[in-house]
Every structure is written in structure tokens, then in C-alpha cells.
């Protein structure tokens, strides 16, 4: 199990973190080390490049549908992406009960 830091600019408060820096970074780890156990977000990660897609992506190309989401936290600075972010996951966690 692994912590997952995915942020284009920042660094993680401690090496505990796996950082990735893009959403096909992110997917790319994901891919070969499986669903992390906690995830801090940031939404913006630079151009059109943003934490949605990684996180779309990741429901439907590697959830089992069954297991628990991972626990998380927003760290980023986007208002309206962070909400984004709460809202997806929060949705994510309804879909299992």
C-alpha cells in the first residue's frame, strides 16, 4: 500500500509520498502498483492537464468496483476544484452503500 501526492508544482509535507506529477503519471503508477491507499490533490496540474481525469480515468479503468475508494485529502488552492474533487469522491463512496 502506498501513499499517492499528485501535484504539478509542490512537493509533500514528508517523503511518505509517492508524487506524481500529471494525470498520466498518476494513471501510469496506479497501472503498475495498483489503488493507492491515500491520495492528496491538487486540481490544476498545469495546462488542460487537471485531477478529473486521473480521477475518471481511475474509476473506470481500475476500480474493481467493489473495493473501498481510497481515503484523500485537497490540497489544493482551486475553490471550484476542490469542490470538484470532494464532490467526485464523495459520490464515488455513496456508489458501495
Known sequence: MYRMFIDDVRDPPSNHWVVVRSSAEAL???KNHG????????????GEDTTMIFLRKLV???WDGTSNPPD?????ANPV???NIRSFMESW?????
Open 28 to 30: 501510469e503508477y496506479v
Open 35 to 46: 489503488m493507492p491507499e491515500f491520495i492528496s490533490f491538487d486540481h490544476d496540474l498545469g
Open 60 to 62: 473506470n479503468e481500475f
Open 72 to 76: 484523500y485529502q485537497v490540497h489544493s
Open 81 to 83: 476544484g476542490s469542490l
Open 93 to 97: 463512496k455513496k456508489s458501495l452503500a
